[in-house]
């Protein structure tokens, strides 16, 4: 029974994951049927109603949200305040398109924004929009380009023409997006588990741990590095060793020592990779935050990340030994 109330979980999440290109693409269609500025409006507060959900009940950032948001959003602003002067009349539905065209490429081009507002969201990624979005720009990119020759050649076209150009191209960008993505969900879900890395960086002194609050307004301490990372295990050691030299004014080299996996809210599971970074004085670390026992980590469990409670004695250990025999 508990299994099959995971499952059921799990396949609800997929979903929501899927539709979240549905405003988008309502958006695109209702374009064509009612007034440009309301049917914005709506497909707005439909992103906003969804993205909010997302955010707090299900604990995930549902990229396609953020990206109807972000482009929606941009084009009923303009409308809204400025009228006919940055979207001319009959060239909303290229607008809109153009601004999420350029929303994704953005994420596509500088993940670490994304994740950085995840990041200060306090929750974790649990899903790739990587290749979904490069259809989005790819085809959009074609299709602008098409659209702008068309105009410049001051071609006749018929009025057939011109409504499958204008309106049945961009929507049908994202039908196809949506049916990649949702294809693509449940191909993972059948084959295996999501590859999805999170490193944690421990840093360690004289036999004390680093920790960090998670945001500024809670009071739960947690390791301060911790970032997502798709890819081999090489990849993410890669990557521990360039942040450990990032942070660190020393040579020392972060030691990878516990792997676990970790089921996140969208029913999948995380690989957690946790390394420690033994340093010789506190001034060393660039970060925030302050160094405890592990005696006053266990006396304040309930101000405690979670994660550490696994990782705790693997910490101890690691940290003691590096106290004993390399200090």
């Known amino acids: 029974m508990k299994e099959n109330k995971q499952n059921m979980s799990m396949n609800l999440k997929n979903k929501i994951v899927s539709i979240g290109l549905l405003p988008i693409i309502i958006t695109l269609i209702g374009l064509h049927f009612f007034p440009n500025t309301e049917m914005l409006g709506v497909g707005l507060f439909m992103s906003l109603i969804m993205l909010a959900y997302n955010i707090i009940k299900m604990k995930d950032l549902n990229f396609f949200l953020l990206l109807g948001t972000l482009g929606i959003g941009t084009c009923f602003v303009l409308r809204l305040f400025w009228g006919y002067k940055y979207v001319p009349l009959n060239t909303i539905t290229p607008t809109v398109e153009f601004s999420l065209m350029a929303f994704a490429f953005i994420y596509y081009t500088a993940p670490e ?4 507002i995840v990041s200060k ?3 974790r990624i649990c ?36 409504f499958f ?28 588990k999501s590859r999805h890395n999170i490193i944690r960086i421990a840093p360690v002194c004289n036999g004390r741990l680093l920790l960090s609050l998670k945001n500024p307004t809670s009071q739960v301490w947690d390791i301060p590095i911790e970032r997502n990372l798709e890819g081999t295990f090489d990849d993410s050691k890669k990557y521990a060793m360039k942040t450990a030299k990032r942070i660190s004014g020393t040579n020392v080299q972060p030691r990878f020592i516990l792997q676990y996996t970790e ?22 670390i660039k970060l925030d935050g302050r160094f405890f026992k592990f005696e006053e980590i266990e006396n304040n469990l309930q101000q405690i990340d979670p994660c550490i409670k696994k990782e705790l004695e693997h910490l101890r250990n690691a940290a003691s030994l590096w106290k004993e025999f390399y200090l």
Request: aromatic content about 10%; proline content about 3%; glycine content about 4%.
């Open 127 to 162: 899903f790739s929009y990587k290749f979904e979005t490069k259809i989005i720009i790819i085809l959009s990119s074609i299709h602008l380009l098409i659209l702008y020759i068309i105009k410049t050649l001051n071609h006749d076209w018929s009025p057939e023409g011109r």
């Open 121 to 123: 969201l306090g929750i």
């Open 263 to 284: 089921e996140c809210s969208c029913g999948i599971c995380n690989n957690v990779l946790l390394f420690i970074l033994p340093i010789k004085t506190e001034s060393d």
């Open 113 to 116: 924004l994304y994740k950085d």
């Open 165 to 192: 150009m204008i309106n049945i191209v961009p929507v049908s960008i994202y039908i196809i997006c949506l049916i990649v993505n949702t294809l693509g969900i449940h191909f993972v879900a059948r084959i295996e």
